[in-house]
């Protein structure tokens, strides 16, 4: 290989699918997800509809974790191996989860034993599909034959014109994993609160407070048509989490043409 050669590699939290992957040569390391005893790997041997399946019918609350630093340093030297000569990898906001401090462990150590290769490790601050279109996107102009740093300069610009708008109809599960207190969740469910949430500065952040599900999908869309106005190229998914049909009606939004894709199952 010729040593401007890139890898793009991120986990399966970027919700990039395996004909995507395959068209942009991108390389994925799945989560963990530990439910029942078991531990899985994320979109290998569990899908997310399984997991949204236990979560509702058990009170069993499945776990995630990030690739460890013994996957991280297995496929990096792999890669290393096979010829490259930089690999980037795009990890979730490093605020919602370990695999940007456990990518960076790896990268440090092999950054030392092989100075003429380089691992980067880049935060995309977001979560799910627009971490999986900063990927693609990443990719294709590795394709294109862009050099190292004009990749990184590019994801460096273009994740801070990327975001998520989404919520959730019960609190149920955010308080049985832990995100919210039992004050909360007995107060939000007394009064009918919905929030509907985004992603600032790598963070879970409420953009407002609703009361009762009514009219949630038109709040939503309302919101982000405030966000993407001047906007003149939009990328754009509905994600959704075992709720097809309030996809589809999100999906059917005039304004924008999108994909309908299930959230992965360990955001």
């Not at 992957?21 to 390389?27: F, L």
């Not at 989860?97 to 092989?114: H, K």
């Not at 980067?120 to 394709?143: C, E, N, W, Y």
């Not at 969740?185 to 009762?212: A, N, T």
């Amino acid at each position: 290989m010729q040593e401007d050669s890139i890898a793009l590699v991120t986990g399966s939290s970027a919700q990039v699918s395996v004909s995507q992957r395959m068209e942009n040569g991108i390389e994925v390391l799945p989560f963990t997800i530990q439910m029942n005893g078991k531990v899985y790997s994320d979109g290998v041997d569990i899908e997310p509809c399984e997991v949204y399946k236990v979560m509702r019918t058990s009170a069993a609350v499945p776990t995630t974790a990030p690739p460890s630093i013994g996957v991280f340093y297995q496929k990096f030297v792999e890669l290393f191996d096979r010829g490259f000569h930089h690999i980037i990898y795009l990890t979730i906001s490093r605020k919602l989860s370990g695999e940007y401090s456990n990518a960076c462990s790896v990268a440090d150590s092999l950054n030392e034993t092989y100075p003429d290769r380089k691992v980067h490790v880049v935060d995309s601050t977001v979560i799910a599909s627009p971490q999986g279109f900063l990927a693609m996107g990443a990719a294709q102009r590795i394709k294109r034959g862009n050099p190292v740093t004009e990749v990184l300069q590019w994801l460096e610009r273009t994740k801070e014109r990327s975001g998520i708008v989404g919520s959730v109809e019960s609190l149920d599960f955010l308080a049985k994993g832990g995100r919210i207190g039992k004050a909360s969740h007995f107060l939000g469910s007394l009064l009918d609160i919905i929030p509907i949430l985004s992603i600032k500065e790598g963070e879970v952040s409420p953009l407002c407070i609703k009361r009762g599900a009514k009219g949630l999908c038109n709040s939503i869309l309302k919101i982000v048509q405030e966000i993407i106005q001047g906007y003149k190229k939009l990328t754009i998914t509905v994600m959704h989490t075992d709720a097809p049909e309030k996809a589809a009606a999100l999906q059917r939004f005039p304004a924008w043409h999108s994909r309908k894709r299930e959230f992965r199952s360990v955001i």
